[in-house]
T-cell receptor, first 116, second 115 residues
Framework: EAGVTQFPSHSVIEKGQTVTLRCDPI?????LYWYRRVMGKEIKFLLH????????ESGMPNNRFLAERTGGTYSTLKVQPAELEDSGVYFC??????????????FGPGTRLTVT | SQKIEQNSEALNIQEGKTATLTCNYTNYSPAYLQWYRQDPGRGPVFLLL???NEKEKRKERLKVTFDTTLKQSLFHVTASQPADSATYLCALDIPRAGNNRKLIWGLGTSLAVNP
């Protein structure tokens, strides 16, 4: 079974540019989460999709961040325009429907974003 | 304020010994607590989940305790091996209405097992 994949693995962009991160969850996983870890800080929740619907986007920093999950499959996280403080590692995780295993989330390897 | 604290200093132990990592939290009432392992350049990998009504959970050489009165979880790696060297993350699993769940993370503790 393929795990959660993320693309790209690294991205270096200039302040003011746009970047789009992609996450492909494990097939059949309705739940998809985005997290971010800024250097020296803990992992922070950004948002949660159930299929194509945003269940909770309370962790999104501001309106420069836009997450989509068209068709309930892969998800994208776009940052436009990027700021220096957006640098960090962005993780995607997925989990089965609520009737599945309780609580466990499967993480991708992350995308390291550097804004210069 | 709400926070989670894990041992900030790296833990170095000798192979074969038991490593004990601590996770303390304040101002949360989690229904569950999860432990993850993270290796450099990789995403966290789920290890164990313990419910609020469980005192202890075991999986192979791993043991987790959960004391909701003390607001503390202890994570033990017994008969440690160099391959156990990694960062271990504690995460509070906060259920919300409907199908929503949220993980609130600690900073993690680095464990190094010396041969």
């Amino acid at each position: 079974e393929a795990g959660v994949t993320q693309f790209p693995s690294h991205s270096v962009i200039e302040k003011g540019q746009t970047v789009t991160l992609r996450c492909d969850p494990i097939s059949g996983h309705d739940n998809l989460y985005w997290y971010r870890r800024v250097m020296g800080k803990e992992i922070k929740f950004l948002l949660h999709f159930v299929k194509e619907s945003k269940q909770d986007e309370s962790g999104m920093p501001n309106n420069r961040f836009l997450a989509e999950r068209t068709g309930g499959t892969y998800s994208t996280l776009k940052v436009q325009p990027a700021e220096l403080e957006d640098s960090g590692v962005y993780f995607c995780a997925s989990s089965p429907p609520s009737t599945g295993r309780l609580g466990e989330q499967y993480f991708g390897p992350g995308t390291r974003l550097t804004v210069t | 304020s709400q926070k989670i604290e894990q041992n900030s200093e790296a833990l170095n132990i000798q192979e074969g010994k038991t490593a004990t990592l601590t996770c303390n939290y304040t101002n949360y009432s989690p229904a569950y607590l999860q432990w993850y392992r993270q290796d450099p350049g990789r995403g966290p990998v789920f290890l164990l989940l313990i419910r609020e009504n469980e005192k202890e959970k075991r999986k192979e050489r791993l043991k987790v305790t959960f004391d909701t009165t003390l607001k503390q979880s202890l994570f033990h790696v017994t008969a440690s091996q160099p391959a156990d060297s990694a960062t271990y993350l504690c995460a509070l699993d906060i259920p919300r209405a409907g199908n929503n769940r949220k993980l609130i993370w600690g900073l993690g503790t680095s464990l190094a097992v010396n041969p």
